[in-house]
């Protein structure tokens, strides 16, 4: 075979692949930065070229070997591998990267109906892909023939070794390995065995403190990744013991050396009536066995090495309340501590959870750790992660990509125990007999089928069972929070999944509202952890998840284990989680405007017959559902619309504006700075009025419908389309716009005018606020008496505008913030850290509809719909509450199944603004109507 280089299995190996017209192909790795693997080295390639096949290889700089050197051994580098029979790679592709009609091979993490596999699964049917599954290429006992295993063991080694050393002195223990490095800092195994030497040699020399020596290591299984880690290990100085003796080495063994034992099934298992153990009882009935693990010996261990495949019904290596009980208060805290040397709070201070098994054998390791952010600190007492490693708890490395950091060691490794097999995968031909042809293969090459002319394998068929199964018995502990450790609350098969994403203020009311319902179960995924847990903890059937949104594999995989997704982040994230939620086939609300990337990804969901509901905050969203009701009210009395002016202001209460803009901030002020400067379109009169950027504010002028309030209004985006999107083509005006109190806009506008608005780098190192005026001014080294006066005649003697200026701080001479580099930034940094909204302070929402009618007498009249909403003090914002409520009240009717359109949808129907309208009155928000008749 190919592992074989001798030159008579190359004319053998030659002669069976120069039979079969195949062209093969090595995939580009994508799934992240750190993917530097490939499934075959250079020399590989080398061989299966001179038996006569066509390698192509996508051009990568990240890949570990260099182009050149695959080119040299005959390869093409070429982008476009669409001429390929036969494609390779060592990770999944996107579902969107996959090619009609190929034999692939790789990874694809389907085999246990893995929720965030499923939609690259479903995409290999639709394209009638035949999939190969390195991970089921086993011999007749199940033994992987083709695998990483044995360098994701090494690597996880390494990594945990330099965890250990952190978290000791984290504690308060310096020690050797701190002097290790994580593997990727090392080209090759050779390179970190001088290193290991040296710590051994400082261990026999100076030995560790007895507070937290002697070492001792846990290994569990036998395979592979268990023997790559204890190859690290045994150049330590070590010592194997029995799992029995772990007690005594460690209260009385040598510090000068590591002890280790190695748990296998028939020294780690017992069944629970006392028969005893055998591995044919054990494969038949796991589920009347525990694990001795937590009781007998992880008391013992300072580091877990768990190297052990997972499934249910096994007994987990360590459980959540193993974990409670393990690392309470001083479990194995040494006496007698002298002055100056710390009190070690338990024996166990790191675990390397190399199989990575998502809620797996480590029921608490629940989310994959990354190369770049290697370890997390977890508190079993709040089920929470930290990056502080001085708390409670133990520190978890769980990356689930462990080999690419020794990528050209473990594609030689790979690559070696691919090629005798790769003859058998390339004489696979993509075609309806396929099936048929399994039966002629190798077992090892038909055994790793997984799909083939658009069907499952036979015998893969059950995926499709454990699906279903998923689909009716969810529960929290494998879709929730309780990924990270926070809150472990089990979910009925009843029950429906909801993922909040965002825990701003705007989340509290879209909580509360729907865990009114006990059947409904919300995960709030947030960046912040603190922010996250504070509001779950406040409700029930609630848990929070620390989600990185631009983790797309991650994010994936939490969106398939829920039912409908919220999305309350800004908008320019919509389109990638819309993008995701299509995948996996998974509804997604938001309270933002429908862009047309959105409506593009929407028309894709459709067919699939997904629903995208946007535009269900307060504006935009009840104001849609009171202008279509208002409509639909004339409309029955057969009036005729004639004119539509729309203005909404989220500002604070009036108490509260004391201050040049009149205004105050909820969140990062950059958004509504770029509203400022953006563009605006309406009509009026029939004719459209284009209001060009930078032009807006002068636009603004009195709004005297409540003139109490003291208010201004200017046009906002593209109004034009409502009158199609409202169906009032009769009307000859159509405007929306913005309420802010009188002032604010001749405010901005002044800033604008400074010049404060623009975007081009300068340098702005040690600057001042009054340097960066006076430098907009023209003359930096001016005087403070001579920038003002300056400033008022820039403004042509109007002292609002120079005041305006002086009063935000603009004249100071306190430096600004580092980082900074042109003055729109400047101007955003400057109103963040000065008009924020207070938390003791509130706000009030105005939204006004004016519609002129003419009915079928003649006699025109305006209809005008006004609703004031206050915040409460010392509870929900007005803003939260007319954005959160909507977005809750839509989330239950679309669980409900009260919508039925599909696809990207708005609320300009009767089917959701009618019932949206009268939840909102029992929540009190209650519009207040007049109607005006001309006087003359």
């Not at 790793?448 to 995926?463: F, Q, R, S, V, W």
């Not at 990337?597 to 905050?617: D, H, P, S, Y």
């Not at 202008?627 to 409309?635: G, Q, V």
């Amino acid at each position: 075979m190919f592992l074989t280089r001798t030159a008579s299995v190359a004319r053998v190996q030659s002669a069976a692949l120069s039979r079969f017209k195949t062209t093969l192909a090595i995939r580009r790795e994508t799934i992240n930065v750190w993917e530097r693997r490939a499934p075959l080295a250079p020399h590989h390639v080398k061989e299966i070229v001179d038996s006569g096949v066509n390698v192509l290889v996508q051009p990568s700089t990240r890949r570990a070997y260099y182009m050149q050197e695959y080119e040299e051994v005959g390869a093409v580098i070429t982008e476009d591998i669409s001429s390929a029979t036969h494609i390779i790679g060592v990770k999944a592709p996107e579902p969107e990267e996959l090619i009609e009609d190929k034999c692939y091979a790789f990874f694809s993490h389907t085999i246990k109906a893995q929720p965030e596999g499923m939609p690259l699964l479903d995409e290999m049917l639709r394209k009638n892909i035949t999939l190969l599954d390195y991970e089921k290429m086993t011999n007749e006992d199940g033994i992987r023939n083709v695998a990483f295993g044995h360098y994701a063991g090494i690597a996880g080694m390494i990594n945990v070794l330099h965890g250990l050393g952190l978290r000791m002195l984290s504690l308060g223990v310096t020690s050797p390995f701190l002097h290790i490095g994580l593997a990727h800092n090392y080209a090759t195994v050779a390179d970190v065995v001088p290193v290991l030497h040296r710590i051994g040699e400082s261990m026999k020399r100076y030995k560790l403190p007895k507070v937290i020596a002697p070492l001792t290591f846990s290994f569990t299984g036998s395979g592979n990744v268990s023997q790559g880690a204890r190859s690290v290990f045994e150049h330590l100085p070590h010592e194997y013991i029995e799992p029995s003796e772990m007690k005594q080495a460690a209260l009385e063994g040598d510090p000068s050396i590591c002890y280790a034992t190695v748990l296998s099934r028939a020294n780690s298992m017992e069944r629970i009536d006392g028969k005893p153990y055998s591995p044919e009882d054990y494969n038949a009935n796991a589920d009347l066995y525990k694990n001795i693990f937590a009781e007998k010996v992880a008391p013992y261990t300072t580091c877990l090495v768990n190297g052990l495949y997972w499934e249910a019904p096994a007994p987990r290596v360590l459980s959540d309340e193993d974990a409670v009980r393990m690392f309470g208060k001083g479990s194995q805290a040494k006496n007698n501590i002298m002055r100056g040397i710390p009190q070690i709070p338990h024996k166990m201070l790191a675990i390397s959870d190399i199989t990575c098994d998502i809620g797996g054998s480590i029921e608490f390791s629940n989310e994959p750790t990354t190369v770049g952010s290697p370890f997390q600190l977890y508190d079993p007492k709040t089920r929470t992660v930290h990056n502080d490693f001085s708390r409670d708890g133990v520190v978890v490395m769980s990356i689930d990509n462990l080999p690419c950091q020794l990528p050209r060691e473990a594609t030689e490794y790979f690559g070696d125990c691919l090629m005798p097999h790769i003859s058998d995968f390339l004489s696979l031909k993509h075609d309806k007999h396929i099936v048929s042809q399994l039966k002629n293969t190798s077992p090892c090459i038909s055994r790793a089928i997984i799909t083939t002319n658009g069907e499952l394998a036979p015998d893969y068929k059950y995926i499709s069972t454990l699906r279903k199964e998923q689909e009716l018995q969810r529960i929290a502990m494998e879709t929730t929070g309780a990924a990270r450790g926070m809150a472990t609350k089990e979910w009925r098969s009843d029950n429906k999944r909801v993922l909040l994403l965002g825990s701003g203020l705007v989340s509290e009311p879209v909580v509360e509202y729907l865990t009114r319902s006990p059947d409904v179960r919300i995960t709030v995924g947030s960046n912040d952890e603190a922010q996250a847990t504070a509001l779950a903890s406040k409700y029930r059937n609630t848990v929070p998840q620390l989600i990185d949104v631009g983790d797309r594999r991650n994010l994936s995989a939490e969106i398939a284990k829920h039912d409908l997704v919220i999305s309350l982040l800004p908008h320019t994230m919509h389109p990638f989680i819309a993008e995701l939620c299509v995948d996996a086939r998974r509804n997604m609300l938001t309270a933002s405007y429908a862009t047309d990337a959105l409506r593009k990804i929407a028309k894709r969901g459709a067919q699939k017959g997904i629903m995208m509901l946007n535009e269900v905050g307060l504006d935009p969203g009840i104001d849609h559902f009171l202008a279509m009701n208002l409509f639909d009210e004339i409309k029955q009395n057969n009036g005729t619309v004639e004119s539509f002016e729309s203005f909404c202001g989220g500002l604070p209460a009036p108490q509260f504006t004391n201050n040049p803009l009149r205004y105050k901030f909820t969140w990062f002020p950059r958004g509504v700075l770029l509203n400022v400067l953006s563009e605006a379109k309406y009509l009026k009169d029939g004719k459209e009025v284009n209001i060009e950027s930078g032009s807006l504010m002068e636009a603004a002028r009195p709004f005297e419908v409540m003139p109490g309030f003291n208010l201004e209004c200017y046009p906002n985006r593209d109004s034009t389309i409502y009158k199609e999107a409202y169906g009032i083509e009769s009307a000859h005006t159509v405007l929306r716009g913005t309420l802010r109190y009188k002032g604010y806009s001749m405010a901005m506008d002044s800033l604008m005018k400074l010049g404060l608005f623009k975007s081009d780098k300068i340098n702005l190192s040690g600057y001042s606020w009054a340097d960066l005026t006076k430098q907009l001014l023209g003359n930096k080294t001016m005087t403070h008496q001579e920038c003002k006066s300056k400033l008022l005649s820039h403004f042509n003697g109007d002292r609002f505008r120079a005041s305006t200026v002086i009063k935000l701080g603009l004249l100071d001479n306190e430096p600004i913030p580092a980082g900074i580099n042109n003055p729109l930034d400047a101007l955003v940094e400057r109103l963040a850290s000065s008009l924020m909204m207070p938390e003791d302070e509130t706000d009030v929402i105005i939204m006004n509809h004016s519609v002129g009618v003419r009915l079928p007498s003649g006699k025109c009249e305006t209809h005008r719909s006004n609703l004031v909403v206050y915040g409460e003090e010392g509870g929900w914002s007005a803003m939260s509450k007319t954005v959160g409520l909507p977005v809750g009240i839509a989330a239950e009717m679309m669980m409900n199944g009260d919508i039925k359109e599909r696809g990207l949808v708005l609320p300009l129907s009767k089917e959701i603004y009618k019932p949206m309208l009268k939840k909102l009155e029992s929540e009190g928000i209650v519009e207040r109507r007049e109607v005006e008749s001309e006087d003359f």
